[in-house]
């Protein structure tokens, strides 16, 4: 019977050997007919998806990932049937025990330089724990130390004892005002990107400490900037950033704040340590993958999947929360432009009605109550045809776009009645304007 071949786009330690001997295992580069032959990937997600390793291999059954993260991997290119296992766990320890290290240093101060800092007290504090998994339940774990109420909010909870609270993730913004420090270890799906927004940071204490050790698009970047600006008592640290063109950038304008820290993604990887653990606890879960069918850390490729799915090609720029976001947020610019100010809309060439706007999302973001222009602002950006005028000169196909048309017409024609009994403007070419001079205007109204 043939053995099962796997391909590893890394070197692997004897012990990961020594677990998958059974197995045709084929270590950083093979030839095409080799890697088409392989059912199994363990690999790094992001040199993976440079290989374009997933066109590649059409018997594809298993992916398993060294990283703990699996959110660079392209699932629209998954082959049908091929399932999908992450490393997570494999870095608990290392990433808990540096999430204590940067809390604690941000909290008292230490990260200033030749400034002079009040040190804050957390031994009987509040911590909320967003993300209850293994790095989670590990800081909560490392917490008792120093007498703290753990409150985990989470899908989820790997080790429920150690929470002196549970509660969902509908009740986030119920909880934030509570604690006095908070953890994100959540990873990367379409449900938790952009979660701690700018309006759920302001429902936090004016001195909370924030650690972020997930993943960076979890906190958008421009909300946390502008939070850090309006709240200077409030600290953040990180170890995760944003990314862009596909990769985390350590370049962000945070840094300039002196309520910001962060260490440049090391939280794994502790000086004189390799990451033999990391690829022997992959090895590991592929050999029960086969052995039993019980592999752990099984991913939810839906959790995964929207409609622009790979961050480094067509999906994300997300600094400020992803570029499908940040299209979102320009849509929504674009129709306060129209639709409060009643402005001309680009290719339609007609303006807009009017929407009510309240500032229940502050005073810089006003919210409109017809969220679904956003939609119809898309949909005529993708099928320009259906918004603009067809050659026989017939208006818009909706019928409620020709009344509101209609409506507009007429309030326009009253308006121009209006100024034009004023005698204080004229109609030149379409446009509006002040007559030129006195006998202009006496000339006009001698017309009238």
Known sequence: MARVAILVNDSLPMQARSILADFEVHEGTAEDADIARCEVLICWPLRA??????DRMPNLKMVQTLSAGVDTLDFTKLPKGAQVFSNAGAY????AEHVWGILLGVAKGIHLRNQKSTPRRLRGKTLLVLGCGAIGSEVARLSKSLDITVIGVSR?????ELYAERLPMQKLAEAIPRADAIVVTLPLTNKTRGVVDYPLLTKAKEAVVVVNVGRG???????????????????????????????ESFATTAWELPNFAGTLHVSGLPLGEELAGAKVAAALNVQRFFESGDALNHVDVAEYMCENSHRSTKRLNTRGGGRAEQGLRNAKKEIRHRRIRGTKGPRTGHSTSTAVATHEDGPNEPHLRRPEACDELRHERTHPARFSRRSNGQGPRDGNQQSRRRSRNRHQEAG???????GHRHQHRGRWRRPRDKEHLLDRNSRR
Request: glycine share 4%; charged share 35%; no cysteine.
């Open 416 to 422: 121009q009645r209006s100024v034009q009994d004023q």
């Open 49 to 54: 998806m440079k290989d374009n390793l997933f």
């Open 217 to 247: 698009e979890t906190v958008p970047e421009e909300d946390l900037v502008r939070w850090l600006k309006e709240r200077p008592e409030s600290r953040y640290a990180t170890d995760v950033y944003w990314s862009e063109g596909g990769k």
């Open 92 to 95: 608990t320890e290392n990433v």
């Open 156 to 160: 989820s909870f790997k080790m429920p």
